[in-house]
Structures are given as structure tokens and as C-alpha cells.
């Protein structure tokens, strides 16, 4: 990733790197605790500065930018992309330039300037696809342009960039950190097709995961949505507790123009709840900081309908013409065209009440209108219903392709991991024996007499060698048998039918080695050495209680 630091943005959780590599899961930090990264950063990025570390200062921008995204600061962040925009080094770095480009185009988006969102996600989507290590940014523009397609009505290209997008995601745990954003994505594509239970099941997927990950925008913009569409389904309590905390999470982050929505959708469940009252006083506030503006944003068109409707459930007739005219010019200007029908509607039911026959036509024959052009994108979006499927069936199989995979590949380790504890077992011990060998061969040097010394040097020399790797066969058998060649006269003619297997033994046993040690250096079982000795003892004609050990080194005596 982007970042290099003593913390880690592992799974788009912001915790130590200690409590990442434990893979601690219950770790959600808070936003405090999500801030104290970004001032690691930001410590680590005047250290680079300091040292001048042109390179090392253009990643930390790129990461701060990303946490800040991630924290819902949009000023912060811009300010440091505008950082990294200036620096020509920027240029020659795709993997921050990838980052760049998907952090300026979600910012674009976010300010609903969609053809400069377009151009940045782009470009950050063709470095990300030419470069296999943009992972991070590669993902998090996929996830915009993806949204940006969604909110233009292309749900198919929106299906593709997520597609994309999930490929990923199961490939690359850097692009983990935008699995609950593409959850989000599906959730409102779901949505806008009228798969409403679909939609609710991607959205608490999605805020399961910003939970964990200590994400509070993702979370607060969740509940949000999940508010909303439990509103639309008639669960009017349930709708008001998701509404309620997301609102507290909104004002939490001083995030305003979504705390303003989240406030409209309040006031509007409380109106479907015949509360009028109470839905008044939660709108009231930003409402008159409203007058006389001329803020056409989306969440202001939502306020000023909500506003409308609770004015003319009040029996307010012109109040709520003036606030509902409001809100159709902000719902047109942003384009909002199921807003603007529900406008049009209630627009007409006022202009009813008002006696105003003409005018309430003409919001009729507008709001047909409208819905002949929603009518005319219901073609698309029958089709984006039948490959959101196809892709909800590809991801639960790959899911459990990849999950299949998973518990085989950990079986294998763990099955190579026994083999290699085993392994090195069997290694510590030969070298144990090796070294108890090249004892014994040292002490019998200085007993060595003319040629022979020569080659116990030798076959010294072969055992340390040997201390780290198998001995070395032929040659180690043979340095042994010159070295104590007269032993083995001697053996032979106490015991002439002695196989070269047993002579072995019997060698290593005059060595004073037990039966482990021998059993380590020959590669063989303890039951094997065990079966040899019985055999030596019955061809030397040995009784049980006589010691074999002591019993050959009188042979060389």
C-alpha cells in the first residue's frame, strides 16, 4: 500500500500495527483513535519534509488524502491533494498518481461536479489497469465511477466497474478496504431497480463492515439509507431509530448538508407517523437558515419538501406552495426526477385546496411527463435487475470457490508444517549425534598413528561439514573404517558374519553412542537400531545381562 508507517491501514481498519498483525477483529476504533493515525502521518510527513525526502513526502500525501476521505474531512483532504497536485514527481509515480486521481474524483463527486469526477476516475482506472501495485487506488475508483454511472442511469457500465471492482476485492487484500463501499454501491443499485429487501441486505452488509473497520462516515451514510428504505417500506419505528443515529453521527462529524437530509427524512416519517408537530421542529432550524437562498443542493430540495408537506398538512396552503415550489427547482436542477413527480404531485393537491383548477393541471400534466421519462429508463433498469442477479449468483459461487480453496490451502499448510517440525526434529538430532561423533573421532586422534592421522583429519573435516547437511556416505563410511581399522579386524574375527549394516552399528556403539544418537545419524527408526543390536549380541554370543557397548571396546583394547 501507499503507507509505510508504524500504522496500518490493513482492511481499512486504522489500528497499530500490532493489533493488525494479531488480526485482533474486535479492535473498531473510535474516530479519536482513527485521528491519531492521521497524526502519525502527518508527523511522518514532516519527518520526510525535513529530510527532504521528495518521494517519501508525495506517498504521505497520497495516505493522509486517503485517510481523510475515510474520516469525512473533504477540506482537509483537498488540501492535501492540492499539495500533491503541485509536485512534478507526481508524474512518475502510478501508484500514488492512481490514488490521486480516485481521491480527486470521489471529492469532485462528492461536490456533485460530475464531469470533473468522470475525467479523474478515469484516468485513475487506466493507471490502476496498467499497473497491477495501484491496487488501493485502482479500487476506490472503480467504486466512484461505478456510483457516478449508477446516479447518470448507465446501471450497466455501473455493473461492469463493480464487477471489476469485486475481482479485485478477492484477489488483492489491499482492495479489501473498498468491500463495504462496493456493498453500498450494489445496496443502491438494488434500490433504484425497486429490489428493496436486496437493497436492505447490501446496506447492512455494508455497515457491518464500516463498523468493523471504525469507519463512522460509512457507517452514518448506511443508516441513512437503510432509514430511508425502511421508510419506504411502511416500518416507520424502524426507520426513525436508523434516521436518529445516523443524525448523531452526521452532527458528530459536522458533516451539514447529509445531517440536513437525514432531518428531512425524520421529519417525513414523523409526518407518516401524525406527528406534524414534531416533524416541524426537526427542520425548522435548517430551514431558516435557508430563507432567502438561493442553495439548490440536493438535500435543501428534500428540506424544502418535507417543509411543503408538513406546511400543507398544517392546512397552510400557500406556505406550502412557496416551499414546494422551491423544492421542484432544487429536485430539476439536480436532476432528481422521482423527487420532482412526488413534487409535482403534492404541488397539485395544494393548488386543489387553493381552488387553483388551472395550476393544478398543468403540475398534473408535468408530473405525467416525468413519469413517461422514468417510464422510459424502466427498460434499463429491467435489465440491470437480470445481471445484478447473474452477479449476485457469480459472487455467492466464487465465494464459495474461494472458501473451498481457503480450507484446502490451510490443510496443506498445516500438513507441511507438521512435515517441517518433523524435519527439523530429525535434523536437530543428527547434528546432536554428528557432534557427539566428532568428539569421539577427536579423542581417538591423538591416538593415530603415521598415514592414518592424515585422513582423521579428513574425516574430520568431512563431519563438520556434514553438521548442517546429510553426511556424505561412501566417504564418511570409509574415513571411519581407516581410522579404526584395527577395531574392525578384530570384529570380524570374533564374528565373521557380521553384516556391513551391523559392522556399522557396532562401530558407532565402540563410540560409545546410544541408540538415539545412531538412530539420528543413520536415518533409521529406534526399533531398527533396537533389532540390530539384537542381532549383533546373538552372533557375538553374548548373554542378556553382558553390556555390548562395553563388551566391543575390549575388542580394541
Known sequence: MIHKSATTLSAGRFVPAAQAKRGDRNCAPSLKEAGLVLEEAQRALQRAETDGNVKE??????????????????KQMQGYLEEASRMPELAQSPAAGCLFHAMMGLDALARNEKQTASQHLNKAVAIGAANPDCVAGHAQALNGLADLHRQAGDYSIALRCLQQLQQLIQQHEEAQTAEASYCSNIGALYRDIGDVDRSIDCYERARRLYRQKGNQCGTAETLLELGRLSLTRGRHDCALDLLHQALTLFEDLQRGADGITTRAFISLTLQAMGRTDEALAYIREPLERQTGTQDRRPPFALLHFAAGCAMRAMGRPEEARILLEKARDAALLTKDRQLAMRIYEHMAEVAEARNDVRSALGYHRQGEALREELLGA????????????ELQADSEEETQFLRRNRDIARRQVQ???AEIDKLNVKISAHNAALQRLHTQVQAHRELARGGSRGFVDELLTTISAALDQPA????????????????????????PHLSPAEMRICLLLRLEMDSKEIAALLHNSLETIHTHRRHIRRKLGLAQQVNLSVELGKLSA
Do not use: N
Not at 479 to 486: E, N, P, T
Open 472 to 495: 556424505e556416505g561412501a566417504r564418511f563410511d570409509a574415513g571411519l573404517q581407516s581410522v579404526f581399522a584395527d577395531f574392525l579386524t578384530a570384529l570380524r574375527g570374533r564374528c
Open 378 to 389: 424502466e427498460r434499463q433498469r429491467d435489465i440491470a435487475r437480470l445481471e445484478l442477479q
Open 415 to 417: 500438513e507441511r508444517q
Open 57 to 74: 513526502q508525495l506517498r504521505l500525501r497520497c495516505y493522509c488524502a486517503l485517510i481523510c476521505f475515510h474520516l469525512g474531512r473533504p
